[in-house]
């Protein structure tokens, strides 16, 4: 069965960066690509990104645009989302979700809390 | 970027109800449009994609109808699980963009 399992909860300071990383399993890694969605407390789902699993390709979301980098292992099957010069804004829980291309996100991990504190 | 617009922001109803929430785009999004269901504390799930087709598991009573700018998701007879916050996605173009979301809650 597929699976993503999302690494654990950071506290980072402001300014710092924070890696988090999504494991993938039961599938091809290299078939599907893997979206990173966003849900700071309280508040809606934003679309951070994508990088497709085979190709390395990537497309990000505006407001993340030169501070989110994603890249994967395929040699573990797995992607990470890094994010720099970290806000307080910044703190939500972060998902990583299964999308092939021509498809919607099908699948998404536990999700990883970041907080962003002094 | 394309923006979605979602109403209402809440939806209040009883179980057995119809309800039906809306999503409005800003440019064409063809028939690219996803719906996501998301109960607190657990991640969004994929109710509807492309407009009408149901991902596995979804019962039938979640439909989805639209094209171009203007969609909706209905869900003919209200079940106690079925209140929750629902989200419509747009795939027609990079970056892919989400609604602000409507919550189905319990009158």
């Known amino acids: 069965q597929v ?18 990383s999504c494991k993938t399993s039961g599938y091809t890694f290299t078939s599907s690509g893997i979206s990173w969605v966003r849900q700071a407390p309280g508040q809606g789902l934003e679309w951070m990104g994508w990088i497709g699993g085979g190709t390395g390709n990537t497309h990000y979301g505006q407001n ?8 994967t292992e395929s040699s573990t099957n797995t992607v990470y989302m890094e994010l720099r010069s970290l806000r307080s804004d910044d703190t ?8 092939t291309l021509g498809a919607a996100e099908d699948y998404w991990g536990q999700g990883t809390l970041v907080t962003v504190s002094s | 970027e394309i923006v979605l617009t979602q109403s209402p922001a809440t939806l209040s109803l009883s179980p057995g109800e119809r309800a039906a929430l809306s999503c409005r785009a800003s440019q064409s999004v063809s028939r690219y449009l996803a719906w996501f269901q998301q109960k607190p504390g657990q991640a969004p799930r994929l109710l509807i994609y492309d407009t009408s087709n149901r991902a596995t598991g979804i ?49």
């Open chain 1, 3 to 20: 699976q993503l399992v999302q690494s654990g909860p950071e506290v980072k300071n402001p300014g710092a960066s924070v890696k988090v």
């Open chain 1, 64 to 71: 993340f645009q030169g501070r989110v980098t994603l890249t």
């Open chain 1, 92 to 99: 939500a829980v972060y998902y990583c979700a299964r999308k």
């Open chain 2, 59 to 107: 019962p039938a009573r979640f439909s989805g109808s639209g094209s171009g700018t203007d969609f909706t998701l209905t869900i003919s007879s209200l079940e106690p699980e079925d209140f929750a916050v629902y989200y419509c996605q747009q795939r027609s173009d990079w970056p892919l963009t989400f609604g602000g979301g409507t919550k189905v809650e319990i009158k």
